[in-house]
């Protein structure tokens, strides 16, 4: 059974870093894309990034790229999502995501969301 | 950059309606890259369809795509109470993902 399983909520003050992670299990972790998705209170969907563990290629969405960093460790099979400096606006819900089976392009499996408060 | 467009902004049906949801993108996009997702609230997002027409694993078959070109469409052909969410449509182009407003659909 695939599952994705994120890091717990984190409170930080602005400024400040974090690093949240996405555990995957129950297939070839190396050898699928796995990504980043942002939701903002009362919002939408926001694709934020995507890295290929096999190799480490990752590409970003041009409004975050600068803004994080998404790293993989395949001997783990751990994605994450990491910020230098923490902005208030970066308050929101992140979901890691995965397409297995679903072909490039489309997520099929998803993680339970970890919440990232920023606040002074 | 694509842009999505999702229509209606909500929808309000009795349980055994029909719904139709429409995506629309801002120019002609390859139907192997468009996806549907339903979010209930306190919950991830759940792949529905990709490929703008193949139903993801253990989706009821109540739920189909289909379309072409600009235009897209996710179909619930009778409504269930627990089909109550909000439903993105999702394109991948040219290296970049990119998720549609939002139909919230409300079942009275």
């Known amino acids: 059974e695939v599952q994705l399983v994120q890091s717990g909520a984190e409170v930080r003050k602005p400024g400040e870093s974090v690093k949240i992670s996405c555990e995957a299990s129950?297939?070839?972790?190396?050898?699928?894309?796995i990504g980043w998705v942002r939701q903002m209170a009362g919002k939408g969907l926001e694709w934020m990034a995507i890295i290929y563990p096999g190799d480490s290629e990752a590409r970003y969405s041009p409004s975050f790229e600068g803004q994080v960093t998404i790293s993989a460790d395949k001997s783990i099979n751990t994605a994450y999502l990491q910020w230098s400096s923490l902005k208030a606006s970066d308050t929101a819900m992140y979901y890691c995501?995965?397409?297995?089976?679903?072909?490039?392009?489309?997520?099929?499996?998803w993680g339970q969301g970890t919440l990232v408060t920023v606040s002074s | 950059e694509v842009v999505l467009t999702q229509s209606p902004g909500t929808l309000s049906l009795s349980p055994g309606e029909r719904a139709t949801l429409s995506c629309t993108t801002s120019?002609?996009?390859?139907?192997?890259?468009i996806g549907w997702y339903q979010q209930k609230p306190g919950q991830a997002p759940r792949l529905l369809i990709y490929g703008a027409s193949r139903r993801a694993t253990g989706i009821p078959d109540r739920f189909s795509g289909s379309g072409s070109g600009t235009d897209f469409t996710l179909t619930i052909s009778r409504l269930e109470p627990e089909d109550s969410a909000v439903f993105y449509c999702q394109k991948y182009s040219s290296s970049v993902f990119i998720f549609g407003p939002g139909t919230r659909v409300d079942i009275k």
């Open positions: 120019y002609s996009v390859d139907s192997s890259y």
């Open positions: 129950g297939y070839d972790f190396s050898n699928y894309w």
């Open positions: 995501a995965a397409f297995i089976n679903s072909g490039y392009g489309n997520f099929d499996y």
